[in-house]
């Protein structure tokens, strides 16, 4: 699903903690609450007079904060779309807000280098957490509200004592500015992304960084853990979003489909979908699959199908219709129809049925060569035959310099119009 609405990029995406509004800010100064369900924009809330970089929804879904080059701190009603409150005190643009878990406190960060905690209920500031040497970027408040965490332009994270607003930990490994930070759900871990284009995984207990995962060919700009704490999504201005799990550090699946470099990303409060916004000025909502017992899911991919030592039982080739008997952190224990059982990489499943496969073949002028493609939609060829003869798409260009106009239909849409095309021999 794709929302449109908002005349700017749109920096900061937030669900609400049911699930059923997604909150944005843009470049145009606006905030808005769309319905998940429908995609339609309900409320349009106005009062900030620059840029809306960050929105956050209180714990109950009652209130919505948000913070803007105007250098304050806006908290508006969501039932009325009213602002109820602003609270000015930073001395820069604010970067980020967060709530605390029970809803009491709010923090901020600004270009200011300071960070500062909010009393909801009556807007006062109670602490300004000063130690950071650039920018702030991003602040985030562990699932427990004991701890905060910091990222700045001087290329650290910051670890605070709500309590008490001491520093207990500085956390140094990134290259570059660091953009955005996020708590793992039970607290073990925080995540954190940079313009290096790499994201970091430390374990806050020690401060140690336990992974640094690499792919983006961009900025990381921003990053979230998923509700169960098993993935992490990240964005760039690559113009991709990638998730990755968190007990391997490799790379899941990368979702393109903005125009523009991707701004920011969170994860649903039930870990099925994911929304994204971009400098393209759209807001894309992406439906994550979780696979459990019993389900008809199919192969996406070739794969091997393996016993629990570790064998390879068979190998599988697409289109494959599987069920899931049993769900693994890395890999799903399916049965194929007529009966087989074995192991298969989560990755190479899907829970989309192939549409209907059609079938190519032709033969060129020489009787002992042909062309013959699986095509599993208008835009994928998954085989490709060229009689015995292993084909490069240079071989591809070669036959149909050599028989020109005479080259057959088919064999001109594989070269030309498809995008992927896998070898094989016949």
């Known amino acids: 699903m794709t929302l449109k609405g908002h005349e700017g990029g749109v920096y900061s995406v937030c669900f609400s903690p049911d699930g059923k509004y997604l909150a944005s800010g843009s470049s145009d100064n606006t905030i808005k609450i769309w319905e998940v369900a429908t995609g339609k924009c309900i409320k349009t809330l106005t009062g900030h007079k620059d840029y809306v970089l960050s929105v956050c929804f209180s714990p109950d879904g009652k209130y919505l904060a948000s913070c803007s080059y105007d250098k304050t701190i806006k908290i508006w009603q969501v039932s009325t779309g009213k602002c109820i409150k602003t609270l000015e005190g930073h001395k820069n643009w604010v970067r980020s807000v967060c709530f605390s878990p029970d809803g009491k406190y709010l923090a901020s960060c600004s270009d200011d280098k300071t960070i500062k905690i909010w009393q909801v209920s009556t807007g ?4 300004t957490l000063k130690r950071h040497k650039g920018y702030v970027y991003s602040v985030c408040f562990s699932a427990n509200g004991k701890y905060l965490a910091s990222c700045s332009a001087d290329k650290t994270i910051k670890i605070w004592q709500v309590a008490t607003g001491k520093c207990t930990k500085t956390l140094k490994g990134h290259e570059k500015p660091v953009l955005s930070i996020c708590f793992s759900p039970d607290g073990e871990y925080l995540a954190s992304c940079s313009v290096d284009n790499t994201i970091k995984i430390w ?5 140690e960084c336990i992974k640094t995962l690499k792919g983006h060919k961009g900025l990381v700009n921003s990053i979230c853990f998923s509700p169960d704490g098993r993935y992490i999504v990240s964005n760039s201005y690559d113009n991709t979003i990638k998730i990755w799990r968190v007990a391997t550090g490799e790379c899941m699946k990368t979702l393109r489909g903005h125009d523009w470099g991707v701004l920011s ?34 192969l996406k991919e070739e794969a091997d199908l393996k016993s629990l030592t570790g064998e390879v039982v068979k190998k599988l080739i697409p289109p494959l219709k599987l069920q899931v008997i049993k769900v693994a952190d890395n890999y799903v224990y399916v049965q194929t129809e007529k009966g087989l059982r074995g192991w298969v990489e989560e990755d190479k499943l899907t829970i989309n049925a192939p549409p209907v496969i059609k079938i190519y073949q032709t033969k060129l002028i020489e009787p002992d060569l042909y062309v013959k493609g699986i095509v599993f939609d208008d835009k994928e060829i998954k085989e490709v035959y060229f009689g015995n003869k292993i084909l490069t ?15 057959p239909f088919e064999a001109k849409l594989f070269c030309e119009i498809f995008s992927l095309i896998s070898i094989h021999t016949n």
């Open 265 to 298: 990303v969170c994860f649903s409060p039930d870990g099925k979908y994911l929304a994204s916004g971009g400098w393209d000025k759209t807001i894309r909502i992406w439906q994550i699959y979780k696979l459990s017992e019993g389900q008809i899911v199919y």
């Open 393 to 407: 798409r240079a071989d591809f260009e070669y036959e149909k310099g050599k028989y020109g106009d005479a080259f």
């Open 203 to 207: 374990q806050v207990a020690t401060g």
């Open 124 to 127: 006062e500031c109670i602490k």
